[in-house]
């Protein structure tokens, strides 16, 4: 009778763990399946009076505005099954763009007016981009783009990297004004006043001259830290905001990344926020002496969850801007539930509880037979994953390995079990 409970349980573990193997298999493992709160990306309206963010509702990221103050939210993107992020405001007001990134991480550039009617895709299929700025007459679009094929690869299988295009805002006229492959084209700035646009690459600030289409070191380059990211200017153009390693977290393992002001006429450089977490998209207001910011505070954690804050650049006071956002979607608790409780670990833990009800089963003529079983998949995935590593990818031989690691942790647990068991039988005898 014994042995039928322990078969029908032995029976139900085995079909809760490939259950439970075939929904991670399966199932699209995103961290912002179901995230709700502030996304990347932040834009100020040349006026002062708006604000343009991303924000997730129940996994759903779409472009937002609002008033400086944080009130009268509007949603002026509809997301179907991609992420917006990134928005920008154009000179006049009247337009803004933004960033879709679908299921593979191919990111495209949108645009639309600045309540969200008449979107229109600007990209093609075959692009990736990586930011977009528009100049200062609202008439064009300077964006960054590699092929969309080669930004699957891993790092190393290609050597494609980003170069500069532009496109007018109704779509036509689009120029590949760069043939480089940088190996990344961050923080795109339109200057007006020298006709050009500044951009980084890696530790390099480059800017690429709209006139003579030519690509040089930007003035920039020598007034500033090599490691600096997130670089904007002031709307005078005489001074920059960054973010840069803190230099009290360069000893840890975990690096801070706080908000840093320069003056570009004197190279005076502040320190604006201590706030022991990262500090991204930052933006300066117009009109006043503040910088709108993202706290990320749970960095490095994902979902990435935000936190909108201002800073003055005077004073280093710092307040939190809070969105009267509309009423949002509410998640969906049984699946988010599900989702969240079959994991490497759930799995694991069946896996482990399945063995040692076989070794219960088994016991006491082969009591070990089940550990030693576990051990040859163990070593078996361990061979696998070099020959994944060597044929396949290194991060999906990697992969493979870590899930060896977990098997043999596994049956380490399942040997102490059966010694157990085994020493319980001599006790009982």
């Known amino acids: 009778m014994k042995k039928k409970a322990v078969v029908g349980t032995i029976a139900i573990v085995a079909l809760l763990l490939m259950s439970s193997i075939t929904y991670l298999l399966m199932d699209d493992r995103d961290?912002?399946?179901?995230?709700?709160?502030?996304?990347?990306?932040?834009?100020?309206?040349?006026d002062?009076?708006?604000?343009?963010?991303?924000?997730?509702?129940?996994?759903?990221?779409?472009?937002?505005?609002?008033?400086?103050?944080?009130?009268?939210?509007?949603?002026?993107?509809?997301?179907?099954?991609?992420?917006?992020?990134?928005?920008?405001?154009?000179?006049?007001?009247?337009?803004?763009?933004?960033?879709?990134?679908?299921?593979?991480?191919?990111?495209?550039?949108?645009?639309?007016?600045?309540?969200?009617?008449?979107?229109?895709?600007?990209?093609?299929?075959?692009?990736?981009?990586?930011?977009?700025?528009?100049?200062?007459?609202?008439?064009?679009?300077?964006f960054s783009s590699m092929p969309a094929e080669e930004s699957l690869k891993s790092e190393g299988e290609t050597k494609e990297g980003f170069d500069l295009f532009s496109v007018k805002i109704d779509g036509s006229g689009m120029q590949?004004?760069?043939?480089?492959?940088?190996?990344?084209?961050?923080?795109?700035?339109?200057?007006?006043?020298?006709?050009?646009?500044?951009?980084?690459d890696f530790d390099d600030i480059?800017?690429?001259?709209?006139?003579?289409?030519?690509?040089?070191?930007?003035?920039?380059?020598?007034?500033?830290?090599?490691?600096?990211?997130?670089?904007?200017?002031?709307?005078?153009?005489?001074?920059?905001?960054?973010?840069?390693?803190?230099?009290e977290s360069k000893e840890n393992s975990l690096y801070e990344y706080e908000l840093f002001?320069?003056?570009?006429?004197?190279?005076?450089?502040?320190?604006?926020?201590?706030?022991?977490?990262?500090?991204?998209?930052?933006?300066?207001?117009?009109?006043?002496?503040?910088?709108?910011?993202?706290?990320?505070?749970?960095?490095?954690?994902?979902?990435?969850?935000?936190?909108?804050?201002t800073v003055n650049i005077e004073t280093k006071k710092l307040e939190e801007l809070t969105l009267d956002m509309p009423e949002l979607q509410p998640s969906n608790f049984v699946m988010k539930a599900i989702d969240y409780s079959v994991n490497s670990w759930s799995v694991g833990l069946l896996y482990t509880v399945l063995f040692m009800?076989?070794?219960?089963?088994?016991?006491?003529?082969?009591?070990?037979?089940?550990?030693?079983?576990?051990l040859s998949i163990g070593m078996l995935t361990i061979v696998a994953s070099f020959i994944v590593a060597a044929t396949v990818d290194p991060w999906a031989g990697i992969g493979v390995g870590m899930l060896a690691t977990g098997i043999l942790a596994c049956t380490i647990v399942l040997f102490i079990f059966a010694f157990g068991l085994k020493l319980y039988k001599k006790g009982a005898k």
């Open 176 to 200: 590949q004004l760069t043939d480089r492959d940088f190996y990344t084209m961050e923080s795109l700035i339109f200057s007006a006043e020298k006709k050009e646009i500044i951009f980084k």
């Open 206 to 247: 480059n800017a690429f001259d709209l006139e003579d289409q030519r690509v040089y070191t930007s003035d920039l380059h020598g007034k500033m830290p090599n490691d600096v990211f997130n670089l904007t200017l002031s709307p005078e153009r005489n001074a920059v905001a960054y973010t840069m390693v803190a230099g």
């Open 48 to 142: 002062d009076q708006h604000i343009a963010f991303s924000y997730f509702n129940n996994g759903s990221s779409a472009i937002y505005t609002a008033r400086q103050d944080g009130t009268d939210v509007k949603r002026v993107s509809n997301p179907d099954q991609v992420y917006h992020s990134n928005p920008q405001f154009s000179s006049d007001g009247r337009k803004i763009l933004y960033l879709s990134r679908n299921k593979d991480r191919i990111q495209s550039l949108y645009t639309a007016n600045v309540d969200g009617t008449n979107p229109k895709k600007l990209s093609d299929d075959s692009q990736h981009i990586s930011g977009a700025v528009f100049s200062d007459d609202s008439e064009t679009i300077y």
């Open 357 to 374: 009800l076989i070794t219960v089963y088994v016991f006491p003529a082969r009591v070990f037979l089940p550990s030693f079983i576990s």
């Open 31 to 46: 961290a912002y399946k179901y995230h709700t709160g502030l996304g990347s990306g932040l834009a100020i309206s040349k």
């Open 261 to 309: 002001y320069q003056d570009l006429q004197n190279g005076e450089k502040k320190r604006l926020t201590d706030l022991n977490t990262s500090v991204v998209s930052p933006q300066f207001f117009n009109e006043k002496n503040e910088i709108l910011f993202l706290e990320y505070i749970n960095w490095p954690g994902e979902p990435e969850e935000y936190t909108l804050r």
